[in-house]
Each structure stands twice: as structure tokens, then as C-alpha cells.
């Protein structure tokens, strides 16, 4: 299906990084690195640089922490939003928000895609994706409070919930007004999972895609991860490049993601070996 994202129109056969911009002073990854504008803004110059195909700016980090209201985050993102837009103005920008108001305000600074990673915690985010065109990434929580921890989350079946959840989603979402190529939808990994849970949703990954939404993957440096290899955060690419390929293998389209070059070049591998995609040069052999 092709997928639209705004502005942008990408064929069906097309596999997009979407780089993380934080802006946070506390994010889990990289500690306030972008938190200052400029650095932020250096931050998007070098993920445009190596290949992203969209930026996914975020004003809160996901883990429990300091408050930060809806003002605050728009304060965080909207006219950060705005300043990117007017530097980039064909790259796609998603903000990460749950938050209705803060979706409208981003919209109208000129984001594209609305990314929702906490399945649906404001059932108004929808509306507000409708009412600016934009695009909507649907993700399964399991009616997790946002900014809250897993624990000890059951589920009778993980995949069927993640499923159910999100294709839910993508059809309320289609029922507001959001258009069906614009909507993508993403099992949220870590989000309202244990780790099995979160091993699980990779090994199983196909079912999702055999759904017919675009599936959206976020696996860089998360706990899943980190737990599976007893490794902290700094440590965790060699293991994100591995969840990378078997989820490549499946079909996701979209790859959220700290680093684009290693993570685009895992994508394409596993794509030019399923003969998705053509080697860039191939002379061995015939020269």
C-alpha cells in the first residue's frame, strides 16, 4: 500500500528510518543531549544527512519522571516543529505526543504525522489527526497509563492483543476522518510488555503486517533488548540490529530509530537478500 505521510507519498515497497530527536533534558538514551534548540537542530541536520526519510520529535520521555503538561510540551516541540519545517521543507516530521492539544498545535507548525505511543490514552488525538491531514501511528499499550512502567502485565495471547488493539485503533482512527494510507500502526515494544512479551511480538511480527496496515517498529536500545544481553543502554546496537533484521524479515515498514546508517544498512541487506531490493553494484564474478 502506499504509504502517506503528509506531504509525502512513498511506494509500497519503500522501508523509511525515522530518526528520534529529543526534546527532553532526562531521556533515557541520550541524557538531554538535543534538549538545547541548537543541538536539536544540529541533531536533525545530521539524521537528514545519513538518510532519514523523517524526524519523530518528542517533548516527554516515555519513562515516569518530572511532570510536563500540555503547555510545557508544546513549549518543548511546537516551535521547534516550526523551525525544522521551515529549514526542511520536504522531510517528514512526526511528533510524539499522546496529547490531543499538543497534535493540533504541531499541525498547525506544519508536522505530519501524529505518533502515538501510548495507544490511544486520548481518544481525541484521532480528531485531531483528521481535522489537519495528517498521518497516525496506532500503538497497543494494553490501556497502559502513559509515562507508567509494566508490571506484571499478563496477556493470554500477546500478538492477538497487539493485533486486535491497534487494527481497532486504525479503523477509529479511519472512522474520524484520518485517510486509510495514513494510517500506520506499531505492537509499541517495552510499551505495557514484559520483555517475553516484547520477544514474542518480534518472532511474530509477520502476523501483524498480514494485517495490511503499515507496521511500525521501535527497537533502539530498548530494555528488551538490553535484558535479553545483559547490556545497558550505551551497549545495545549489535542487539537492535539483530530485532532490526528478523522485523526487516517480516515486512515492517517504518524503523524508529537512534541510529540511521547501521539500521538502514541491516534493512537493505535483508531486503537485497529476500530480492526485495537490487544490489548497488554486483561485478563479482561478471567482470
Known amino acids: 500500500m502506499t504509504l502517506v505521510l503528509g506531504r509525502r507519498s512513498f511506494p509500497d515497497d519503500a522501508t523509511l528510518m525515522m530518526a528520534i530527536v529529543n526534546r527532553t533534558p532526562d531521556s533515557f538514551y541520550d541524557r538531554g543531549a538535543t534538549w538545547a534548540e541548537d543541538k536539536a537542530l544540529d541533531r536533525v541536520a545530521q539524521v537528514v544527512e545519513e538518510g532519514a526519510e523523517i524526524v519523530d520529535i518528542g517533548g516527554i520521555k516515555a519513562a515516569p519522571g518530572a511532570d510536563v503538561d500540555a503547555d510545557a510540551e508544546i513549549g ?10 521551515s529549514a526542511y521543507p520536504d522531510l517528514v516530521i512526526s511528533v510524539d505526543t499522546w496529547r ?53 502485565v499478563e496477556y493470554d495471547d500477546v500478538v492477538a492483543a497487539a493485533i486486535s488493539d491497534t487494527v481497532a485503533y486504525a479503523e477509529r482512527a479511519l472512522a474520524a476522518g484520518v485517510a486509510r494510507e495514513s494510517i500506520v500502526i506499531d505492537p509499541a515494544h517495552d510499551f505495557g510488555k514484559n520483555t517475553f512479551h516484547s520477544l514474542e511480538v518480534t518472532r511474530r511480527l509477520g502476523e501483524m503486517v498480514a494485517t495490511g496496515w503499515p507496521v511500525l517498529v521501535s527497537l533502539s536500545n530498548k530494555d528488551f533488548v538490553g535484558e535479553s544481553l545483559d547490556l545497558p543502554v550505551g551497549e545495545r546496537l549489535t542487539g537492535t540490529l539483530a530485532a532490526t533484521a528478523v522485523c526487516a524479515l517480516a515486512g515492517a515498514r517504518i524503523y524508529r530509530v537512534h541510529e540511521v546508517t547501521p539500521t538502514r544498512q541491516t534493512v537493505d541487506m535483508v531486503d537485497t537478500i529476500l530480492g526485495r531490493r537490487r544490489p548497488q553494484r554486483a561485478i563479482r564474478g561478471l567482470q
Not at 518543548?76 to 519545517?85: E, I, K
Not at 493540533?104 to 505518533?115: F, K, Q, T
Not at 495507544?119 to 507508567?148: F, I, N, Q, Y
Open 100 to 152: 490531543a492539544e499538543v497534535g493540533r498545535v504541531v499541525c498547525g507548525e506544519g508536522a505530519d504525522v501524529l505518533n502515538d505511543a501510548w495507544g490511544g490514552a486520548d481518544p481525541g488525538l484521532v480528531d485531531a489527526a483528521a481535522e489537519h491531514g495528517a498521518a497516525l501511528v496506532c500503538t497497543h499499550t494494553g490501556g497502559a497509563t502513559p509515562r507508567t512502567r509494566p508490571y506484571r
Open 76 to 85: 518543548r516541540v511546537a516551535s521547534f516543529v516550526g523551525r525544522v519545517r
